[in-house]
C-alpha cells in the first residue's frame, strides 16, 4: 500500500522535474528576450488588500512581494542572499546583528530608501505585525553611520534564525514616509503600494487583476526585463485551465488547476508543471487533539488517532499522489533540520484499538468507546472529505464521530478562540526555521487565545517548553540541529498536533515563461528576473 | 362516500398515480435502505471514481473517494424525505397558525401579519436560507428549520383566504353564539374546513423544501455526517471531465423525486379542489 | 372626450397606486434591515475576529482600536440606528474588507447580476409564452403533449444541476460553448467581438436559470388562455366574425397573461436567489459571489446592503408588475 503511494508520489515528482528540465534546456537558448507582459495566477482568489502588514496569507503574499522587496533572500541551494542589505553578521555573543544596508536603492516614488525606514520597518511593522511571534526577544534598532543597522536582542539569536527573519514572510522595507503616524493595517497605501521593488504599482482593477509595470529605477540593473506584469484572478481552477489552454495566463502558481487538468495541460507538451519553489512554504494538513478534553490529555490515546487514521489513503484519493504521508512536524523538504528518526504512528487499527483498551477506553459492550467532535476547517474542500476519512478511520477502532466542516471564520473561532473541538483538521505552511512558526503549536507560549494558526491543543510541558527556549537561543548550528531532532522526536511521541500528509504544491506554466520556480517560496519572491520566450 | 370519490379523482389523473407509485418506490427505498446497505453509506469501500457498471459490485459506481454511489443514493433518499417532509410540516405549522389567526381576527392583527408575510416574501428565500444555515451552522435540523422559515408565507395566505371566507358562515355564527372559545372555533370548527387547499400547498412544499436542500448542500453547506443527493452532485462537479456520472446520477434522483411530488400535488388538486380544476 | 377622461383618471390611478406602494416599501425595507442585521449579528465568527487574525493582531489594545475603526464598539441597536440613519441618506456604509464603500463594491458586481436575471427572465417569457400559446391553441394534441412533458421536466430539475450537465454536454463534450466566466480571460478583441464573446458566455447560465421558469408561464399560460377562451367576451368576439388568430393574440393572450404577469413579481426574489446558485456554478462574477465572500467574511455592511438592495429589486419588480396589470387589464382598480 505504502509503497504504491510512494511510488506516485514519485512519479509525479519525476515527471515534474523532467520538465523541469526541459525548461532549464529551453534557458539556454540564448539571451533573455526584453518586453512584453506576464499574465501571472495563482490557485486562489482576489486579496482583501494588495499588501497586508501583517501578511493576510497567500493572496496578499503574493500581490504585495513583486512590489516589496525584503533585506534578504534565500537561495534554491540554501544559502543566503542579500537583497535591500548587502550583508549582515552577529557580534560575538549574537545578541546584536550588524546589517550593512544597499545604497542607492529608491522608493517608487523617488525617495531614497535610508536607514530610518529599515528601522521603522522593522520596530513598527515587524515587531508589531508581520513577525511579531518571532520577535518577541527584539530589543531595538539604532544606525551607527548611514548605512548600518543595529538590530538589538535580549537573549543570543541564532544566526539561521536572524537570516530567515530577514528573508522570510512579509518582512519587507516599507517607506516610513508613507506609514509613520498611521495605522499601518488601514492605511490607504495598501490597495496602491509605495515600494522598492522590480515591479511599480499601476492599477487595480477589483473582481478582474491588478497591473505592475517595471520599475526603470530598479537598483539591479536590466532588470526587470518585461515591461508589464498583470496577475490576474480567476475563480475557478476550471476557468484557469481553460485561460491557459487559451494562452491567455501564462504562469499560475500554488495549483492554480485541479490534478487531473495539470496532465492533460503538461499532456499537451506546451506546459510544464513543478513542485518546486515551496522548500520555505510546505503546506501540510494538520491532525491536533484538544487535551482539555480529559480522554485527549492521555497520550495514548493522542497516538492512537494517528495510528487509526490511514494517511497514504489521504495522499493517493484527495490528493491525487500530490502529497506525502507526513512523520514529524518539521517536514521532509527542509534540509536543515528534518528527521526521520521519529516516533512513528504508521497505520495500524489494531495498534489503535490496543492502545485505547490500555489507555482506559474498552469498547463498551455496544461496540463504541466514546464520542467525539471532529472538526475539519472548512477553508480548503479537501479538508472536508479529509474529515470523511478520518471519520472512517476512528469509527473502526469504536470510536463516534461527529463531523462539522464551518465555514472560515467559524472554524477559527472554534478551533483557536473557543477551542470548541476534540479533533481537528486545520493547516500549516512552515519555513525551514522552526522558531516561532513550528515550535509555537508545542510550547506554552503558543497557547494565545484568539490567534489563530498556534498552540490550540492546549498541549505543554516542561520537557518541550525548556528545549524549545534552548534551540531559541543555542547559536552552534550541529548542536542546534541535534536539539531540533530531539524536540520532533518527543513531538511526534506526544501525538498532540501532528501532520496527516505534507501537501506538494504546483506550479503550472507555459514553456515560454523562463527563470521561473527558482526561489524557495517563489510565491512571495519578487520575480524580478522573469522573461517570456517568443 | 366523499372520501372514495376523492381517491377515485386522485386515481383518475394517471400522472398523479404514476407519481404517487414512485413517490413508494422511493419511500421504501429510504426505508430499507438500513437492510440493503447496512454499512454508513459515507465509508470509503472501493477504488475512486468507478464508472457504473465497471465493477458489478457498485452498479452506480464510486465517487472520487471510492464512496459506493448506490447506497449513497438510497441513503439519501432517507435524508430527502424527510427533510421535505419535516420542512414542510415546520412552514404548514407556522403557515396555518398565521393565515388562521390574520384570517380570523382580521383587523390589525390581519394587517400585521400580512405585512410580516410580505416581508419573508420579499426577502429573496434562498439566499435567507443560506444566511440561516451558515450563521446556525449545518445541521439537518437547522436546515429544516431554515427552509420552514422561507416556504410558510404562500400556506398563510391560503390559509388566511379560506378563514375569510369560512369566518362568517352559519355554522361558524352558530358557535359563537353557542359561546365557543375562538381557539376552539378556530381548530375544531373551521380549520378541518379550510385544509383541502392547504394540504395541495403543503405537498408542493415538500418539492420545494428538497430543492432548497439540495441547492444548500450543493454550494457545500449541507451537514456532512449525511449522505444528501445536492451535495453529492455538488462533490462531482470538480470531475465533470473524467467522471460526470458522480453529479448526473443524484441530479436524476433529485428530479425524478421533486417530479413525482409535483404530479402528486396535481392529482390532490384535482381531488381535493374539483373546482379549481385545470388551474 | 370621454377617452380622455378615462385615461387621465387612470394616470392618477396609476400615480396614487405608485405613491401607496412607495409608502408601503419603509415599513418592508425597514424590516429586511432589522431582521438581518440582527440575524448577521448572531453569526458565530466577527469580522473582527477574522480581521484580526488575518492580521495576527493579539494585542488587546490594538484590538479595541479596530473594534472602534470598525464601528463595532457600539452596542448593537445603536450600531442598528446609525445603519438605518445613514441608509436613509443612501450611505450603505464602508466595506473594511475591501476597503472602499459598499455601494461601489456591489455596483462592480451588480452589472453581471442584472444581464444574467433580465436575459434569464426574457427567454423564460418568451419561451413560457410561445409553448403555452401552442399548448393551448393545440390542446389535446402531440404538442400539448410535448410541452407538459418538457414543463414538467424543467420544473422538476434542480437548476444547478441542468447547469452541470448542460456544461458537460455543450462546454466539455463537444467543446461549443465555454465552461464558465462571463467573458475570455483575454478579451475577445472588442467591439462585436466581445459582445458575441459574452452572449457565448451567457447563454448556458440563462438557459439553467430561465428554463424552470419558462416551465411554469408555459404550465400558468395554457391553463389561464384554456379559461379565459371559454369566457363570454371572447365568444362575442369569435361570434363578430373575428379571425381565430387574431381572436386568440388580441384579446384571449392578454387576459390569459395577468396571471403570469401576476407570478413574474412574486419571484422577482427567488430569480435573484437563483441566480447565486447559478452563479456559483458557472463562475459568474456576480453580486453572487460577492455575497458568498462577504458572508464567509462576516462582512455585514456588504450583505445587508445586498439585501436592501435586492429586497429593493422585489419591491420594484412588484410596482412594475402592478402597472403593468393595470395596463393589461383596465377593468382592474387595484386595491
Redesign the interface.
Known amino acids: 500500500m505504502a509503497n504504491t503511494v510512494s511510488r506516485r508520489v514519485f512519479g509525479a515528482g519525476a515527471l515534474a522535474t523532467g520538465l523541469i528540465g526541459k525548461t532549464a534546456s529551453s534557458f539556454a537558448q540564448g539571451e533573455p528576450k526584453r518586453g512584453g507582459t506576464l499574465v501571472a495566477t495563482w490557485g486562489g482568489g482576489e486579496p482583501q488588500a494588495c499588501y497586508v502588514p501583517a501578511g493576510g496569507g497567500s493572496s496578499p503574499t503574493f500581490s504585495s512581494s513583486k512590489l516589496f522587496e525584503r533585506l534578504g533572500r534565500r537561495s534554491m541551494e540554501g544559502a543566503f542572499e542579500g537583497e535591500l542589505a548587502e550583508a549582515w553578521k552577529p557580534a560575538a555573543d549574537f545578541k546584536a546583528y550588524a546589517i550593512k544596508i544597499r545604497k542607492g536603492v529608491k522608493f517608487h516614488d523617488g525617495k531614497d530608501m535610508t536607514v530610518d525606514d529599515v528601522i521603522y520597518s522593522i520596530d513598527e511593522i515587524w515587531k508589531k505585525y508581520a513577525a511579531a511571534a518571532a520577535m518577541t526577544d527584539y530589543v531595538g534598532g539604532e544606525s551607527p553611520d548611514s548605512d548600518t543597522v543595529i538590530v538589538k536582542f535580549s537573549k543570543p539569536v541564532p544566526e539561521f534564525f536572524f537570516s530567515s527573519l530577514l528573508c522570510g514572510g512579509v518582512n519587507y522595507i516599507v517607506p516610513k514616509h508613507v506609514y509613520a503616524g498611521s495605522d499601518p493595517v488601514t492605511n490607504a497605501a495598501n490597495n496602491a503600494p509605495i515600494a522598492t521593488g522590480p515591479w511599480k504599482f499601476k492599477e487595480w482593477v477589483r473582481g478582474s487583476h491588478f497591473e505592475y509595470v517595471k520599475n526603470d529605477a530598479y537598483w539591479r540593473p536590466g532588470f526587470p526585463y518585461m515591461d508589464r506584469m498583470i496577475i490576474r484572478y480567476v475563480r475557478d481552477p476550471a476557468g484557469r485551465a481553460a485561460a491557459f489552454e487559451a494562452g491567455d495566463i501564462h504562469i499560475g502558481v500554488f495549483n492554480p488547476v485541479a490534478p487531473p487538468d495539470i496532465k492533460r495541460l503538461t499532456g499537451t507538451g506546451k506546459f510544464v508543471a513543478t513542485p518546486k519553489g515551496y522548500e520555505e512554504s510546505v503546506w501540510s494538513t494538520s491532525f491536533e487533539c484538544n487535551t482539555r478534553n480529559p480522554i485527549f490529555a492521555k497520550r495514548e490515546v493522542r497516538q492512537a488517532m494517528f495510528h487509526a487514521v490511514d494517511r497514504s489513503l489521504i495522499a493517493r484519493t484527495i490528493y491525487y499522489g500530490y502529497a506525502r504521508p507526513g512523520t514529524s512536524p518539521i517536514f521532509s523538504p527542509n534540509k536543515e533540520f528534518y528527521t526521520a528518526d521519529t516516533y512513528k504512528t504508521e497505520f495500524d487499527p489494531k495498534k489503535a484499538a490496543a492502545l485505547l483498551d490500555t489507555a482506559g477506553y474498552p469498547k463498551k459492550p455496544d461496540g463504541k468507546r466514546f464520542t467525539v467532535n471532529l472538526l475539519a476547517a472548512g477553508w480548503f474542500t479537501e479538508n472536508g472529505k479529509i474529515g470523511a476519512i478520518v471519520k472512517q478511520g476512528l469509527e473502526d477502532v469504536g470510536i463516534v464521530v461527529n463531523l462539522t466542516v464551518p465555514d472560515r471564520p467559524s472554524s477559527i473561532k472554534r478551533i483557536y478562540t473557543d477551542y470548541d473541538f476534540d479533533l481537528a483538521i486545520s493547516n500549516q505552511a512552515n519555513p525551514s526555521e522552526p522558531v516561532p512558526a513550528t515550535t509555537q503549536y508545542y510550547t506554552s507560549d503558543g497557547i494565545k487565545k484568539g490567534v489563530p494558526f498556534r498552540n490550540a491543543s492546549g498541549f505543554h510541558t516542561d520537557e518541550v517548553d525548556v528545549l524549545v527556549e534552548k534551540i531559541k537561543v543555542e547559536t552552534d548550528a550541529t548542536k542546534r540541529k541535534t536539539l531540533v531532532v530531539e524536540f520532533q522526536k518527543i513531538t511526534t511521541r506526544e501525538a498532540s498536533n501532528l501532520p496527516l500528509v505534507e501537501i506538494e504544491s504546483i506550479t503550472v506554466a507555459s514553456i515560454k515563461v523562463q527563470n521561473h520556480s527558482n526561489d524557495p517560496n517563489y510565491l512571495a519572491s519578487t520575480w524580478y528576473d522573469i522573461w517570456l520566450a517568443s | 362516500m366523499e372520501r372514495f370519490a376523492i381517491v377515485g379523482r386522485f386515481a383518475r389523473n394517471r400522472g398523479a398515480l404514476v407519481g404517487a407509485l414512485l413517490i413508494l418506490v422511493v419511500a421504501l427505498a429510504a426505508l430499507l435502505a438500513p437492510l440493503f446497505f447496512p454499512i454508513?453509506p459515507?465509508?470509503?469501500v472501493g477504488a475512486?471514481e468507478l464508472w457504473p457498471g465497471e465493477d458489478p459490485a457498485f452498479p452506480l459506481g464510486t465517487d472520487?473517494?471510492?464512496r459506493d454511489m448506490l447506497a449513497m443514493i438510497v441513503h439519501g433518499a432517507r435524508a430527502t424525505l424527510l427533510i421535505g417532509l419535516f420542512a414542510s410540516a415546520v412552514a404548514t405549522v407556522i403557515g396555518v397558525s398565521v393565515g388562521a389567526t390574520a384570517g380570523y381576527f382580521g383587523g390589525w392583527i390581519d394587517e400585521g401579519l400580512m405585512?410580516?408575510a410580505?416581508?419573508f416574501?420579499?426577502?429573496?428565500?434562498?439566499?435567507?436560507v443560506?444566511?440561516?444555515v451558515?450563521?446556525l451552522?449545518?445541521t439537518l435540523s437547522n436546515i429544516v428549520i431554515a427552509i420552514g422559515i422561507v416556504s410558510w408565507t404562500s400556506i398563510a395566505r391560503m390559509t388566511r383566504a379560506e378563514f375569510l371566507a369560512l369566518r362568517d358562515r352559519e355554522f361558524v355564527q352558530a358557535c359563537r353564539s353557542m359561546g365557543m372559545g375562538d381557539l376552539k372555533i378556530i381548530v375544531a370548527e373551521i380549520l378541518p374546513n379550510a385544509l383541502p387547499p392547504v394540504i395541495v400547498l403543503s405537498s408542493l412544499v415538500v418539492?420545494g423544501a428538497i430543492?432548497f436542500e439540495?441547492?444548500v448542500s450543493?454550494?457545500?453547506l449541507g451537514d456532512?455526517?449525511v449522505a444528501s443527493w445536492?451535495r453529492l452532485?455538488g462533490d462531482?462537479?470538480?470531475?465533470?471531465?473524467?467522471s460526470?456520472y458522480i453529479?448526473?446520477i443524484p441530479?436524476v434522483a433529485?428530479?425524478?423525486t421533486?417530479?413525482c411530488l409535483?404530479?402528486i400535488g396535481d392529482g390532490l388538486n384535482d381531488a381535493l379542489n374539483p373546482k379549481l380544476r385545470?388551474? | 372626450m370621454a377617452g380622455v377622461i378615462a385615461s387621465s383618471s387612470r394616470r392618477v390611478a396609476a400615480l396614487r397606486l405608485l405613491r401607496r406602494r412607495l409608502f408601503q416599501a419603509v415599513p418592508l425595507m425597514l424590516g429586511v434591515v432589522v431582521i438581518n442585521f440582527i440575524l448577521i449579528h448572531l453569526a458565530p465568527g466577527s469580522f473582527l475576529e477574522l480581521m484580526t487574525a488575518e492580521n495576527q493582531v493579539s494585542d488587546p489594545a490594538t484590538v479595541e482600536l479596530l473594534r472602534k475603526a470598525y464601528g463595532l464598539a457600539d452596542p448593537i441597536w445603536l450600531q442598528l440606528l446609525k445603519y438605518i440613519w445613514a441608509l436613509l441618506h443612501f450611505d450603505f456604509g464602508f466595506s473594511y474588507r475591501q476597503n472602499m464603500p459598499v455601494i461601489e463594491a456591489i455596483t462592480i458586481n451588480l452589472p453581471a447580476t442584472l444581464l444574467l436575471m433580465i436575459s434569464s427572465i426574457a427567454l423564460a417569457l418568451a419561451v413560457g409564452v410561445a409553448a403555452g400559446v401552442v399548448a393551448s391553441v393545440k390542446v389535446r394534441t402531440f404538442w400539448d403533449t410535448l410541452v407538459s412533458v418538457a414543463a414538467m421536466f424543467f420544473f422538476a430539475a434542480p437548476s444547478f444541476w441542468l447547469g452541470i450537465m448542460m456544461i458537460v454536454l455543450f462546454a466539455v463534450k463537444l467543446g461549443w460553448l465555454p465552461v464558465g466566466g462571463m467573458m475570455t480571460i483575454g478579451g475577445a478583441g472588442g467591439g462585436v467581438a466581445s459582445v458575441l464573446d459574452i452572449l457565448a458566455h451567457l447563454l448556458l447560465p440563462t438557459l439553467a436559470l430561465g428554463l424552470f421558469y419558462a416551465a411554469i408561464y408555459a404550465r400558468v399560460l395554457r391553463s389561464s388562455m384554456l379559461e379565459v377562451s371559454q369566457l363570454d367576451f371572447v365568444r362575442t368576439a369569435r361570434a363578430k366574425g373575428l379571425s381565430r388568430n387574431k381572436v386568440t393574440l388580441s384579446h384571449v393572450l392578454r387576459n390569459a397573461l395577468l396571471p403570469v404577469v401576476t407570478i413574474l413579481g412574486v419571484q422577482m426574489g427567488t430569480v435573484l436567489a437563483g441566480s447565486v446558485v447559478i452563479e456559483s456554478v458557472f463562475s459568474w462574477p456576480g453580486v453572487g459571489s460577492l455575497l458568498f465572500d462577504s458572508v464567509s467574511s462576516r462582512n455585514y455592511p456588504v450583505v445587508l446592503g445586498i439585501m436592501v438592495l435586492g429586497t429593493l429589486v422585489v419591491i420594484c419588480a412588484n410596482i412594475a408588475v402592478d402597472l403593468v396589470y393595470m395596463w393589461l387589464d383596465p377593468r382592474i382598480e387595484i386595491r
Open positions: 454508513d459515507l465509508r470509503i475512486p472520487s473517494l471510492g405585512r410580516a410580505e416581508l416574501q420579499t426577502i429573496p428565500n434562498l439566499i435567507f443560506l444566511t440561516i451558515v450563521i451552522g449545518s418539492a430543492l439540495s441547492a450543493f454550494l457545500g456532512p455526517n445536492g452532485v462531482g462537479r470538480q470531475l465533470i471531465r473524467s460526470w453529479s448526473a441530479g433529485i428530479m425524478i421533486v417530479l409535483n404530479l385545470d388551474r
